[in-house]
């Protein structure tokens, strides 16, 4: 099991950046692919971006490709989101998730371990 901690999250304006931040403890980080989700009022959690453990490999929701990067740092057990030109539809509260399967996947019910989550709100 691997313990995570989101930061980052805040108020940024419309087409404006922000970095997100998910801190990893307990299992040695580079044996999990980590995914970055989100979930707005009323809506369904859904996924935004994916990343395997060398970070060689990355996915990308339609909605965020573009403008959000996911990257990794594994000497420092930490999975980032840069999301930059953020629409008013990316608010949301963020949740990073690991997984320990051999392959990528979009779905989050494969995750095993999630993070408390990091609230963005972008104003216009």
């Known amino acids: 099991q691997v313990q995570l901690v989101e930061s980052g999250g805040g108020v940024v304006q419309t087409g404006g950046s922000l970095r997100l931040s998910c801190a990893a403890s307990?299992?040695?980080?580079?044996?999990?692919?980590m995914g970055w989700f989100r979930q707005a009022p009323g809506k369904e959690r859904e996924f935004v971006a994916a990343?395997?453990?060398?970070?060689?490999?990355?996915y990308y929701a339609d909605s965020v490709q573009g403008r959000f990067t996911i990257s990794r740092e594994n000497a420092v057990s930490t999975v980032y989101l840069q999301m930059n030109s953020v629409k008013s539809e990316d608010t949301a509260v963020y949740y990073c998730?690991?997984?320990?399967?051999?392959?990528?996947?979009?779905?989050?019910?494969?995750?095993?371990?999630w993070g408390q989550g990091t609230q963005v709100t972008v104003s216009s």
């Open positions: 998730a690991a997984d320990t399967a051999w392959y990528l996947t979009r779905r989050g019910s494969e995750y095993d371990d």
């Open positions: 990343i395997t453990r060398s970070g060689g490999i990355t």
């Open positions: 307990g299992r040695p980080f580079s044996t999990y692919n």
